[in-house]
């Protein structure tokens, strides 16, 4: 492990508009299914931490004011452990199956960035750097596993969040 890769950690955010209701029977594989893939999270290589409320998930946790929304939100070692984790057993299950739960959303719904070891992230700083990069598209602030950026680039950018998005960032 380098230097600048001990120094950071990697932190993912992604968020879903679900197409029903969480207690739905549409939604009951998807459901039953968040334990065990969360399990396997916890005990991935890489893993650090996740976002979690009391019941062990995060699906009563708001993001963006839309109550369709629901987080995950995570920080791995590295992109790799990332990306390890979710192409293989019941995470790349769920991933296969995810368009019978979730809508198709045209903008930015998955983020990426760099935190120093040991800090967690706050859900309104995940919206800040989901907006963000909504807005400017992949920077070191905010990016995407196709346009990832070292982790000595994590200092902060400014943020230009557009009107009318409705957040509370």
Known sequence: MTESTAAHQL???????????LDSPQLKDFVDA???VNADADAADGFVWRLQDE???ATEIAVLGDEWLIINMSV??????LTAYMYQGRHREMLARRREWFEKVEE???????VP???RPTVAEAESRLLHLR?????????????????????????????????SV
Request: glycine content about 8%.
């Open 55 to 57: 019941s062990g998930d």
């Open 135 to 167: 807005t400017n598209g992949p920077t070191p602030y905010a990016f995407t596993f196709r346009a990832m950026f070292p982790a000595r680039s994590a200092e902060p950018v400014a943020l230009e969040v557009p009107d009318g998005l409705g957040c």
């Open 117 to 119: 070891a040991g800090h």
């Open 11 to 21: 932190a993912e955010v992604n968020i879903a508009r679900l197409k029903f209701p």
């Open 108 to 114: 930015a719904m998955v983020a990426l960035w760099w």
């Open 76 to 81: 791995w070692r590295d992109a790799d452990a």
């Open 34 to 36: 968040l334990d065990p």
